[in-house]
């Protein structure tokens, strides 16, 4: 019996990419394990967008070689695309795929003898050209929610980021396709759709041929699927109709994830963002009219080049303002081959860390507060599989996070609750409706 086990480092897209290239290897015949259990194949899918992403990757290696010494090493994904052989060079990695080849690896790999020392590692990586097609993916069988891949690759030019170097220009799935898609998945409560620059959806043939709202549309009549969640979509690229569909959707729930990346014009401008604190904070405000219940997160890149200490203050203002429940927080971190790279002004580590800091502290009291906010309220749960027998958790339709003493019965199931209290650990404890 060949043994193959996966990680995952990075967003919820390389996630349904890792399920799906695992189902290829079980069609090849392999049992997925988990590295405790020895397998004669370690699969990595890297990112790129995280800090130290060169750190994780050769610990992550490391790690598994700990488990399994004998294991066959590929590491796959955004990193791997942009440094093949700084990846290569990491003792015990045996072969790299690129962003082209990493779903036909198993085509490529005929022999799994662990290389020697002396020996050198496969490459396999492609540059990225200026039109791809696109891979379909979707995460299944370890999740109570399936997340389902329907744009990949990024064509704008953000000055920090080095995903278009990764992925590739923006493509997407044919409406038809997804929604074929999602009418398959089975025994699935909760889709969350997923893409690099999801709101860009519907450039099929390097050509615009349709768009999200179109997307979501389509999708709020699968019958199968009782609640659909939108990952992070940019908030030029989030309409008012969207916004308004949702709010009266069958099916999508009030949660959006919106990238701000800073509260800052002049540093936006810096960035090369496509939008301005007005046009953001409008759309917040839109959002909360529509829908005064709904979860919305943020993204923030702090430390970006030529930041001040006022214009991050100027951030945590604007942020403390808005009516957002939590904020995803990263200290800039400077990539090869980005324009930022090249900027003057740079921020000390030091700094970076400490204006991150600040802001996690301010997510932590936006959430609480957010929480607060509903207790006492009716709120329907998804709960989840998993958890380690003594506590069960869930997220209702507007992204609180519930925990109750475990109940194996719940899992992957629809209950409706009270929000009570705000347990020690900073989540909801619900009571069950009868």
Request: charged share 25%; hydrophobic share 40%.
């Amino acid at each position: 019996m060949k043994k193959v086990a996966f990680h995952t480092l990075g967003c919820k897209l390389n996630f349904s990419e890792t399920s799906a290239i695992g189902r290829l290897f079980t069609e090849a015949g392999f049992v997925t394990v988990t590295l405790a259990q020895r397998p004669h194949v370690f699969v990595l899918n890297t990112c790129s967008v995280t800090e130290n992403a060169d750190h994780k990757c050769a610990k992550m290696v490391r790690e598994a070689l700990r488990a399994a010494p004998a294991a066959f090493v590929i590491v796959i994904g955004c990193y791997a695309q942009l440094k093949p052989k700084e990846i290569a060079a990491i003792p015990g990695v045996d072969a790299v795929f690129g962003t082209h080849e990493k779903f036909k690896l198993l085509d490529w790999i005929t022999d799994w003898h662990k290389k020697q020392p002396n020996e050198s590692a496969t490459i396999r990586v492609a540059p990225i050209q200026e039109k791809l097609t696109f891979s379909p993916a979707y995460s299944i069988g370890d999740r109570t929610r399936t997340f389902l891949k329907v744009q990949d690759g990024c064509s704008y030019a953000c000055a920090f980021c080095t995903i278009p170097l990764a992925r590739g220009p923006s493509r997407s799935a044919t409406i038809e396709a997804v929604v074929e898609q999602a009418t398959a998945i089975q025994d699935v409560k909760e889709i969350v759709l997923t893409g690099v620059n999801l709101g860009d959806f519907g450039i099929i043939d390097a050509q615009r041929q349709t768009n999200f709202f179109a997307l979501i549309q389509a999708l709020d009549g699968v019958e199968n699927i009782e609640r659909f969640r939108i990952s992070s979509i940019e908030p030029n690229l989030l309409s008012k109709e969207i916004i308004d569909f949702v709010a009266t959707s069958k099916r999508f729930v009030p949660h959006f994830h919106i990238p701000l990346q800073s509260g800052c014009d002049k540093i936006l401008k810096l960035m090369r963002r496509r939008y301005l604190t007005g046009l953001y904070a409008e759309r917040i405000a839109h959002i909360k009219a529509q829908m005064p219940t709904c979860c919305i997160g943020v993204d923030v890149l702090v430390g970006f080049p030529g930041e001040t200490e006022v214009d991050f203050l100027t951030t945590y203002q604007f942020l403390n303002e808005l009516a957002i429940a939590y904020i995803h927080v990263f200290p800039y971190s400077e990539r090869a081959n980005t324009k930022a790279a090249e900027m003057a002004g740079v921020v000390p580590q030091q700094e970076r860390a400490k204006r991150a800091r600040m802001l996690r502290i301010l997510s932590e009291k936006k959430l609480n507060d957010f929480y607060r906010q509903h207790l006492g309220q009716t709120a329907t749960v998804l709960f989840e599989y998993g958890g380690d027998d003594e506590v069960i958790e869930g997220f209702t339709e507007n992204y609180i996070r519930v925990q109750l003493p475990y109940q194996a019965e719940l899992a992957n199931r629809l209950c409706k609750v009270r929000l009570k209290e705000i347990n020690g650990e900073g989540m909801v404890v619900p009571e069950l409706s009868s």
